[in-house]
């Protein structure tokens, strides 16, 4: 049975570049969520989605950030036109009732 | 006002002992969830326990125990028998409107305790 699956793992970009991080859930779940990680700090809620839908997008920064969950597919958090203060560590999380988390994608922006 | 506090940044524990781990939250939501999760060096999130506001007896999870005072709003995570595999970041997280269908739906997060377990 796997777990939440992200890829990539890391990914490096220049300033002005997009960032697309993918996420696909445990089986059975339909709902994700992502979440940032700044360097020394917990995670921060961005966006919540069921398939096809955007629940609570209320973490999201208002500019340059989208995130999608198609009928197929993986959800994609993408960061467009990214800058250095994008650098983080985003978690996707999927749910039936209980969050488990992904293994985290690591964004260097340089 | 900080929704999570953990107030402890850094812990170190005797390998074997007990460790107590604190958090406490604010909330006027009367049902909500609480979680603990444990990040280890190599970065992944791993849920621990979960404590639903509603639920009458303290959660446990082999060595993992959450002391739920309610009134304190309080949910410390207990580890017994402490291991050198348990040196991680604990993070304490909560979420509001659990039964309700209302408040959040993502989790809100402490800033976590960095547990160092010595020999």
């Known amino acids: 049975n796997a777990g939440v699956m992200q890829n990539p793992r890391h990914l490096v970009r220049r300033r002005g570049q997009e960032a697309r991080l993918r996420c696909s859930p445990m089986k059975g779940h339909s709902h994700v969520y992502w979440y940032r990680q700044l360097p020394e700090e917990g995670l921060k809620f961005m966006v919540y989605?069921?398939?096809?839908?955007?629940?609570?997008e209320s973490g999201m920064p208002k500019e340059r950030f989208s995130a999608e969950f198609p009928k197929e597919g993986p959800s994609i958090l993408r960061i467009q036109q990214v800058v250095r203060g994008d650098s983080a560590a985003y978690f996707c999380?999927?749910?039936?009732?209980?969050?488990?988390f992904g293994p985290g994608t690591r964004l260097t922006v340089l | 006002a900080q929704k999570i506090t953990q107030t402890q940044p850094g812990m170190f524990v005797q390998e074997k002992e007990a460790v107590t781990l604190d958090c406490t939250y604010d909330?006027?939501?009367?049902?909500?969830?609480l979680f603990w999760y444990k990040q280890p060096s190599s970065g992944e999130m791993i849920f621990l326990i979960y404590q639903g506001s509603y639920d009458q007896q303290n959660a446990t999870e082999g060595r993992y125990s959450l002391n739920f005072q309610k009134a304190r709003k309080s949910a410390n995570l207990v580890i017994s028998a402490s291991q050198l595999g348990d040196s991680a970041m604990y993070f304490c997280?909560?979420?509001?409107?659990?039964?309700?269908?209302?408040?959040?739906?993502?989790?809100?997060f402490g800033k976590g305790t960095h547990l160092i377990i010595q020999p």
């Open positions: 997280a909560m979420r509001e409107g659990l039964y309700s269908g209302g408040g959040a739906d993502g989790l809100t």
């Open positions: 989605l069921q398939k096809e839908n955007i629940i609570d």
């Open positions: 909330t006027s939501d009367p049902s909500y969830g």
């Open positions: 999380a999927s749910s039936a009732d209980t969050q488990y």
